[in-house]
């Protein structure tokens, strides 16, 4: 049980570091942490699902991040929360606090569930109010 609960505090470091990477907009920090063949999940009903499931860093980097910064003028992440759970999975709470480039902001509730392996992350799916997005996203 111990080892459970070092690894737990280890994967949630691990996610916690690419929130710190992406505060900071070192993106060679956020794929740094990024197994070589992590597999990515946008939430269903998202624009960027499109192209589920991202397989590597590169491709979360030019299907998801790279059309994120095009289509806004702002994107941060909010109040985050990480949540230690087993069998190498954590859990995020956060916001989206953004701006389309429609020139809509909004504010939305988000979930990140993360897989970590090995002190790298192997998997992400996101869910979040769908909806509240694309309604900024019309001009």
Known sequence: MENLIKESAENKAVVDSLYQA??????????????????????EG??????????GPDAVLNGVFGPILQDHE???????????????????????????KSGKAYNAQVAHFWTVKNGKITGFQQYVDTKKLHEASIA
Not at 74 to 100: C, S
């Open 22 to 43: 992406f505060s900071k907009g070192d993106v060679p920090g956020v794929l740094g942490t990024m197994d070589s063949q992590i597999v990515w999940n946008e939430a």
């Open 46 to 55: 998202n624009e960027y699902a499109k192209g589920n499931p991202y397989v």
């Open 74 to 100: 702002y994107f941060n992440l909010k109040d985050i929360e990480i949540h230690e759970m087993l069998h190498g999975k954590v859990l995020a709470t956060l916001r989206y606090d953004a701006k389309h």
